[in-house]
């Protein structure tokens, strides 16, 4: 077997230690959720999510995902701050960290790690594995409603928390169905989050998606880990206090049906220990 370049060898280890770290940024938020410590857990997040990317699909195509859920999640966030697509009308406050526009750096982030976490955890609860397992366009298509939905189910519990706990951002329209927020944001979730994975799965539909090293069945708890933190801070911390009860059945159940793709893995590579 020919030797591993010495980053590719290093990308578990990197993407272990930057998950430990999120961890423990995620912690520290829970008992002092200031700007500094959303925008150091938000780095630390899309920085473990790259590496993690970058191990199991490949540098070319991992950096093709963030360029898309960057760029995508931006623009979407911006036309929704700026005309009310996609979410409705709002506006971002200063608790975020500095902007782009009228963006907050850390939302564009924000949207690449999640969208990476369900698309992992999508492939897992169809293929057992964390990779997609047939090409097809219909196939694509429903592999990344089904994320797109993994993902909005972080977003019935964080959206409340960041509106009316962190004042994150300031509604025109506050007398939505679900907790004051509206129903539209929720669809616009679905909506962006469905076009950047689609979008991923077409742009390396020509390229094989191969692990820069052996990518064993432990390194999936990377991305299943980062979804799971957002459930547990939900139930520790969400608001109104019934997102507290909503979260474990609306992101615990994807994540029990990953967990379950996980234990029947499907081979990558000569282990998968």
Sequence with gaps: MPAQPPMAARLPALSFALLAAFVVATAVRIHNDTTLA???????????????????????????????????????????????????????????????????????????????????????????????????????????????????????????YFVYTLKAWIMAKTDGAWFGETVQGFFGWVFVAFVIIFGFRMSSRQQPLQPVSPFLRRHALVPLTIYASGMVFQMILGSPVEIRSIAPFAMGIPLLCALAGFQRWKRLGPTTA
């Design 38 to 160: 959303i925008v150091i857990a938000s780095v630390l997040m899309f920085a473990c999510c790259w590496a993690s990317a970058t191990h199991l699909l490949g540098p070319r195509a991992a950096l093709h995902f963030v360029v898309i859920a960057v760029c995508l999640g931006w623009f979407a966030e911006q036309m929704g701050a700026s005309h009310g697509w996609f979410f409705g009308h709002y506006t971002y406050t200063d608790v975020l960290g500095p902007r782009l526009l009228d963006v907050p750096l850390v939302i564009p982030m924000m949207w690449f790690a999640l969208t990476y976490a369900g698309y992992v955890l999508s492939n897992l609860i169809v293929w057992q594995s964390p990779v997609d397992g047939a090409p097809g366009l219909a196939h694509a298509a429903m592999l990344s409603f089904l994320a797109a939905m993994i993902v909005t189910a972080f977003d019935l519990g964080a959206d409340p």
